[in-house]
């Protein structure tokens, strides 16, 4: 079994020691150095010239839904809470339109080889309009036939009716994720989410029944009122439905930049030793289970997408997580949603009126973005590595980027100097590797390597913490 692979071994002094704020690298630089000077122009200008590498990108379609129809209080995502299914219909319409723009920035020999649905909660639409933005898309894009397409939706299990799985399966969906964060009752109501298992199972079943290629489930430790024996109880209810892959999020306190969370009671949040209690406990169930610890917060069954992915090194990292196709540029739709075109980011407004101004104007909604430098690409490249590999190799990336690593990255390799005295990181030859220890601590020592973290700031960017 690849070293990555392997579920880590639990060191709760050096995880306290190090459990400190920092990004979590879905893409290098990270969103805080977006800005406004990158605009549609240049967003356009990005998707026209991506059409010119010999070897056509295939594309990855993103669009975010973000209508919720209850809020649950731990959240961070961008969504709006509502009851009102009309606005379903019309923010479809504007999706469509943002899509009928985009469309023809790249050539019709790019394949669309994944898509996915994320929110808020997707499943504020019913099928008959994800099957019409599906309709749409494939209009202005050109869908894969392959067999190994990735069409993935984001599902809360409260609000899936039957038939709703049967229906997406129809449309060419193969992937779901499924979030749960904690079935016991008490934290269930502490968090404003009461999700049965009945019906959680009963959507995994659908699933498998129907098709699915994998099914993921998210969980959530460090929840008010959570304690080992309520989230062991979760954890064994959802092996025993043995998902293809799990999430176990670390839930980041911080209502000053999400107003959910300010509906939450501090008080009754586990202490500093009862979560790594928690994240102990999943380690150790998931281990037994059989799971691969693939990166982050995530692992997956052996056989898995992810984990094949990981063993072939094929393994990619971006505002949808992990995922399987390294090779594609990433086009995000809607409110908020993220585009890495080449070498560009580009992000349409977080709030929804400034989104269905720029639409309705014929307008590329984007917002803010930027050009990577070469500095950027070659961090990117090396951050990107450590995220889903573990490791770095340096020949491989000199040779990419026509540097002396050791020269060039004097300064980063002496911030890791203490990491590697502490165990975290080893040096064999022509190779940076995250040890064993170190594999649950990616995130700090990518930020060795972060340009961005180490220059003097007027506004310091709030960060969750690694554990």
Not at 238 to 261: C, G, N, T
Not at 282 to 310: C, N, T, W
Not at 342 to 360: C, F, K, M
Request: hydrophobic share 40%.
């Amino acid at each position: 079994m690849p070293a990555m692979t392997a579920i880590p071994p639990f060191d709760a002094d050096l995880l306290r020691r190090y459990d400190r704020p920092g990004p979590r690298y879905t893409s290098y630089p990270t969103a805080p150095q977006f800005h406004g000077g990158f605009g549609a122009a240049e967003m356009a200008r990005a998707a026209r010239q991506s059409n010119d590498d010999p070897i056509p990108r295939r594309l990855s379609l993103y669009a975010h839904v973000p209508f919720c129809f209850s809020p649950c209080f731990y959240c961070g995502c961008n969504r709006i809470i509502t009851r009102d299914h009309s606005r379903a219909e019309a923010y479809l319409s504007r999706l469509v339109r943002e899509a009928a723009m985009l469309g023809p920035l790249f050539d019709r020999d790019r394949e669309v080889i994944q898509i996915h649905l994320g929110g808020g909660t997707p499943n504020f639409m019913t099928p008959g309009q994800i099957g019409e933005l599906l309709e749409s898309l494939d209009t202005h894009f050109r869908f894969s036939r392959s067999p190994e397409r990735d069409f993935s939706i984001e599902l809360d299990p409260r609000f899936v009716n039957p038939g709703d799985i049967e229906a997406l399966a129809f449309m060419g969906f193969n992937r779901a994720s499924l979030g749960v964060q904690d079935f016991d009752p008490a934290v269930q109501k502490a968090v404003n989410r009461i999700q049965s298992v009945e019906e959680t199972r009963a959507v995994i079943d659908a699933c498998r029944k129907h098709g699915f290629r994998s099914v993921n489930v998210d969980l959530i430790y460090g929840l008010p009122l959570q304690s080992r024996e309520g989230f062991g109880r979760t954890l064994d209810t959802v092996i025993e439905a043995r998902p293809d892959r799990l999430a176990v999020y670390s839930y980041a306190h911080m209502p000053q930049l999400f107003k959910p969370q300010k509906q939450l009671d501090a008080s009754l949040l586990p202490d500093p030793e009862t979560k790594l209690g928690l994240l102990q406990l999943a380690i150790e169930k998931l281990s037994v289970a059989g799971y691969r610890y693939v990166g982050m917060d995530h692992f997956a069954l052996p056989e898995d997408d992810l984990s094949l992915a990981q063993e072939r090194g094929g393994l990619h990292r971006n505002f949808m997580g992990y995922t399987t196709h390294a090779d594609s540029d990433l086009v995000g739709m809607g409110v908020s949603a993220i585009s890495h075109i080449g070498d560009t980011y580009s992000q349409n407004p977080r709030d929804l009126p400034s989104w269905e101004i720029a639409v309705d104007a014929g307008r590329l909604p984007t917002w803010r973005g930027m050009t990577l430098d070469a500095d950027d690409v070659l961090r990117a490249d090396l951050i990107q590595q450590l995220m889903c590999q573990g490791e770095i190799d340096i020949a491989a990336l000199e040779e990419r980027h026509d540097v002396d690593f050791d020269i060039y990255f004097a300064a980063d390799l002496e911030r890791l100097q203490a990491l590697e005295a502490d165990g975290l990181v080893e040096r064999p030859a022509g190779r940076i590797r995250a040890t064993s220890r170190g594999r649950l601590l990616l995130r700090i020592i990518a930020a060795c390597f972060d340009r961005y973290l180490h220059q003097p700031s007027e506004q310091p960017v709030r960060y969750s913490k690694s554990i």
